[in-house]
């Protein structure tokens, strides 16, 4: 049980000096201690620092237009000033309890998410520090597990590949000595995946393809995924949307314990193409969402996010329905999630390996749109 002080704010400890800390001094704690900044100015609109103003005679002020918000702002106040803009600063004890919420009781993690988060306003200052100028340092390199993690990188793994049939084909590759010729169906099965790469098929080295392959896949393509999200977040303006209403974030981006999805709710969502001989399969898939309900570990709301791109069913006034098609020539189920569309394998006579299929889809390719 972590220690309170007299107003019943819990103290959590600072990973810099091990101090005991009341939550709502953290930041400045942070800030004045050890002379972790706050972050620039993130929107361009002009800020008016006149109303942290108390002192009648204090004549210094600051008014910042269209800033860039790439660019850090220093801004100069008088003692008066500064002390109001920490006060601005310090939180408040629903906020902090708001954070132990949703963090179920964990003091540390609710710190983590507070020193996170931006200020009511969504204005944040940057101080020029004689000691530090030209250094400038973000609240959340404050967290060493995320520093430790930036710094110290753990190396890409076959695991950490989402697509099924490159780790197998990765996996021939490296166990193929350099003197011998790759099988023809595995020279097909590897090209489409080089050329996506870049890579060069006709190279003998077995290390170059392999570690271009694990490159590519793991961090280089993902980059462009996520440079193609942010791309399309700005577009719909959904930044600013939640700068102006960050009550609905929780709402677009619900956290975990906060995600449920009804097992009825979604069986009558799911619709079947129509096609007697898949009666089995039919069976088999109702059989696997009673299972994944049950069970921990990747569920409904991880065959959502597979099947239609999102973690969570569209609301109940909507009655668009989920499309479940048959395909016996594949071993993988298949998604089109623009039409909630998805294609299952009819081939497997027994439960299990249908199952042990549809398990392989949902661990490897349920990162919907709201779990990035």
Same mark, same amino acid.
């Given at each position: 049980?972590?220690?309170?002080?007299?107003?019943?704010?819990?103290?959590? !400890?600072?990973? &810099?000096?091990?101090?005991?800390?009341?939550?709502?001094?953290?930041?400045?704690?942070?800030?004045?201690?050890?002379?972790?900044?706050?972050?620039?100015?993130?929107?361009?609109?002009?800020?008016?620092?006149?109303?942290?103003?108390?002192?009648?005679?204090?004549?210094?002020?600051?008014?910042?237009?269209?800033?860039? !918000?790439?660019?850090?702002?220093?801004?100069?106040?008088?003692?008066?000033?500064?002390?109001?803009?920490?006060?601005?600063?310090?939180? @408040?004890?629903?906020?902090?309890?708001?954070?132990?919420?949703?963090?179920?009781?964990?003091?540390?993690?609710?710190?983590?998410?507070?020193?996170?988060?931006?200020?009511? &306003?969504?204005?944040?200052?940057?101080?020029?520090?004689?000691?530090?100028?030209s250094e400038i340092s973000d609240p959340k390199a404050a967290i060493a597990k995320f520093r430790k993690l930036e710094d110290n990188p753990p190396p890409p793994s076959l695991n950490d590949i989402p697509d099924i049939e490159l780790r197998k084909c990765i996996s021939e590759l490296e166990s193929s000595p350099n003197d011998k010729t790759l099988p023809e169906d595995l020279k097909s099965q590897l090209e489409p995946y080089l050329l996506d790469a870049g890579l060069d098929p006709h190279n003998q080295d077995r290390?170059?393809?392999? @570690?271009?392959?694990?490159?590519?896949?793991?961090?280089?393509?993902?980059?462009?995924?996520?440079?193609?999200?942010?791309?399309?977040?700005?577009?719909?303006?959904?930044?600013?949307?939640?700068?102006?209403?960050?009550?609905?974030?929780?709402?677009?981006?619900?956290? !975990?314990?906060?995600?449920?999805?009804?097992?009825?709710?979604? @069986?009558?969502?799911?619709?079947?193409?129509?096609?007697?001989?898949?009666?089995?399969?039919?069976?088999?898939?109702?059989?696997?969402?009673?299972?994944?309900?049950?069970?921990?570990?990747?569920?409904?709301? &991880?065959?959502?996010?597979?099947?239609?791109?999102?973690?969570?069913?569209?609301?109940?006034?909507?009655?668009?329905?989920?499309?479940?098609?048959?395909?016996?020539?594949?071993?993988?189920?298949?998604? !089109?999630?623009?039409?909630?569309?998805?294609?299952?394998?009819?081939?497997?006579?027994?439960?299990?390996?249908?199952?042990?299929?549809?398990?392989?889809?949902?661990?490897?390719?349920?990162?919907?749109?709201?779990?990035?």
């Open positions: 049980m972590p220690f309170q002080d007299e107003n019943n704010i819990p103290e959590v !400890e600072c990973i &810099e000096c091990g101090a005991l800390v009341p939550m709502s001094y953290l930041k400045k704690h942070i800030s004045e201690k050890h002379g972790v900044e706050i972050n620039p100015v993130k929107r361009q609109h002009t800020l008016d620092w006149s109303s942290l103003q108390s002192d009648s005679n204090d004549k210094e002020h600051v008014d910042i237009n269209e800033c860039d !918000e790439n660019l850090p702002v220093p801004v100069f106040m008088s003692d008066t000033s500064r002390y109001h803009c920490w006060k601005r600063s310090m939180l @408040q004890t629903e906020e902090i309890n708001a954070a132990l919420s949703r963090a179920s009781g964990d003091v540390n993690a609710a710190a983590e998410s507070l020193l996170g988060v931006e200020d009511d &306003e969504d204005v944040e200052i940057v101080e020029s520090s004689p000691t530090s100028s290390k170059f393809p392999v @570690q271009g392959l694990m490159l590519y896949n793991v961090i280089n393509k993902r980059h462009l995924e996520i440079e193609d999200i942010c791309k399309g977040v700005e577009e719909l303006k959904l930044i600013t949307y939640l700068s102006k209403w960050p009550v609905l974030g929780d709402l677009i981006f619900p956290r !975990e314990h906060e995600r449920h999805i009804n097992l009825t709710e979604f @069986q009558e969502k799911s619709r079947f193409e129509d096609n007697e001989e898949n009666k089995l399969t039919e069976e088999f898939f109702y059989k696997y969402l009673d299972l994944i309900h049950q069970r921990k570990g990747a569920g409904l709301m &991880e065959l959502c996010s597979f099947w239609t791109g999102i973690n969570k069913l569209a609301s109940s006034t909507n009655h668009e329905s989920m499309l479940v098609k048959f395909d016996a020539s594949i071993d993988l189920p298949i998604v !089109e999630t623009c039409f909630n569309s998805m294609t299952i394998p009819s081939k497997f006579d027994n439960f299990e390996d249908f199952a042990k299929m549809m398990d392989i889809a949902i661990k490897y390719g349920s990162k919907g749109f709201t779990s990035i």
